[in-house]
C-alpha cells in the first residue's frame, strides 16, 4: 500500500541552525501539507501546498519557514534558524483531490522528530 | 473558532468497549476523521465519516455522528491490549478558498488492562 515517508526519522540540532526535514508523498497525489505537534500538544497545522504555491499558512508558519518541491517526488520543509521552541515532531501529509469526496483524505507519514539545544 | 474538544484519558478493560467521544465547530466540515498514533510512531487513519451519515461501522469500529449536537463519537468493540493509543478526531476545515486543512482535538489517551 503506497504510503508518506520522512527523513530524517530524528533531528537533533543546535540552536541558530538551518534544518531541512523531508517527505516524499504518495506518488499519485498533488496536495501536500506539514503539520508539527509539540510534545504533549494537539497536533497543528502549519502550511498547504499545490502546484508549487502555498495555498494556505498558519500564524505559526513566519518568515523562518519555507516549502519547496524541489524534484517530483520530493517535498520539503525548511527552518532557517531554529529556535528551541521549534523543538516538535514534524508530519508531511498528502492528499488526492483538495475537497470533494474521499479523494481529499490526508494521509500522514511518521514524522520527523526535531530537537533543538 | 476553530476547537475540537476530546477527554484526554480513557481506561478500559480488555474484551470491554471503548467509547471515545469528541466535539467539534465548524459545522462546514465535510469530514470527519479518528487518527491512532501509536508510541514513539505517526498518525494512522483509523476511519472518517461523511457530514451528512449518522453512522458508520467498519469491523470493530462504530462512528456515531450527531450533527446538531456537533458531536463524534467512536466506539472500539472487544477493545484489544494492541488498541491502546492516543486517538485524534480531527475536522476538515471548510473549503472556501479552495483549500483544505484538519483541525486536531488534543487526543484521547485510551489505555487497555487485562
Known amino acids: 500500500e503506497p504510503e508518506v515517508t520522512q527523513t530524517p526519522s530524528h533531528q537533533v540540532t543546535q540552536m541558530g541552525q538551518e534544518v531541512i526535514l523531508r517527505c516524499v508523498p504518495i506518488s499519485n497525489h498533488l496536495y501536500f501539507y506539514w503539520y508539527r505537534q509539540i510534545l504533549g500538544q494537539k497536533v497543528e497545522f502549519l502550511v498547504s501546498f499545490y502546484n508549487n504555491e502555498i495555498s494556505e499558512k498558519s500564524e505559526i508558519f513566519d518568515d523562518q519557514f519555507s516549502v519547496e518541491r524541489p524534484d517530483g517526488s520530493n517535498f520539503t520543509l525548511k527552518i532557517r534558524s531554529t529556535k528551541l521552541e521549534d523543538s516538535a515532531m514534524y508530519f508531511c501529509?498528502?492528499?488526492?483531490?483538495?475537497?470533494?469526496?474521499?479523494?481529499?483524505?490526508?494521509?500522514f507519514g511518521p514524522g520527523t522528530r526535531l530537537l533543538v539545544l | 473558532g476553530e476547537d475540537v474538544e476530546q477527554s484526554l484519558f480513557l481506561s478500559v478493560r480488555e474484551g470491554d468497549s471503548s467509547v471515545i467521544n469528541c466535539t467539534y465547530t465548524d459545522s462546514s466540515s465535510t469530514y470527519l476523521y479518528w487518527y491512532k498514533q501509536e508510541p514513539g510512531a505517526g498518525l494512522q487513519l483509523l476511519t472518517y465519516?461523511?457530514?451528512?451519515?449518522d453512522m458508520k461501522q467498519d469491523q470493530r469500529l462504530t462512528v456515531l455522528l450527531n450533527k446538531k449536537d456537533k458531536h463524534l463519537s467512536l466506539r472500539i468493540a472487544d477493545t484489544q491490549t494492541g488498541d491502546s493509543a492516543i486517538y485524534f478526531c480531527a475536522e476538515s476545515k471548510g473549503v472556501s478558498g479552495g483549500y483544505n486543512k484538519l483541525i486536531f482535538g488534543a487526543g484521547t489517551r485510551l489505555a487497555v488492562h487485562p
Open positions: 501529509a498528502s492528499s488526492e483531490r483538495l475537497a470533494g469526496g474521499l479523494l481529499e483524505t490526508q494521509y
Open positions: 465519516i461523511f457530514s451528512n451519515m
